[in-house]
């Protein structure tokens, strides 16, 4: 597998809410973020907060660049 490096949002579904970050590795980003995010131990407590409150089904990632 390719290592892809860009710029991703992890959209919320229901409010159009945006985290927007980057990273050198984008498929592992999506795994850490998510994985953490399960495990309620997100480091960004409003995309944490949200993501408990809609679940995960409403939370998209999504390359941009």
Same mark, same amino acid.
């Given at each position: 597998m390719i !290592? $892809?490096? %860009? @710029?991703y949002q992890i959209r919320n =579904?229901?409010?159009g809410d945006l985290y927007i970050g980057q990273s050198i590795n984008l498929m592992n980003r999506k %795994? $850490?973020?998510?994985s953490c995010l399960r =495990? &309620?131990?997100n480091n960004h407590p409003h #995309? $944490?907060?949200?993501?408990? !409150?809609y679940g995960e089904e &409403?939370?998209?990632f999504? @390359? #941009?660049l």
């Open positions: !290592k $892809q490096s %860009g @710029i =579904l229901i409010t %795994g $850490q973020h998510f =495990l &309620n131990r #995309l $944490q907060n949200a993501f408990n !409150k &409403n939370f998209v999504e @390359i #941009l």
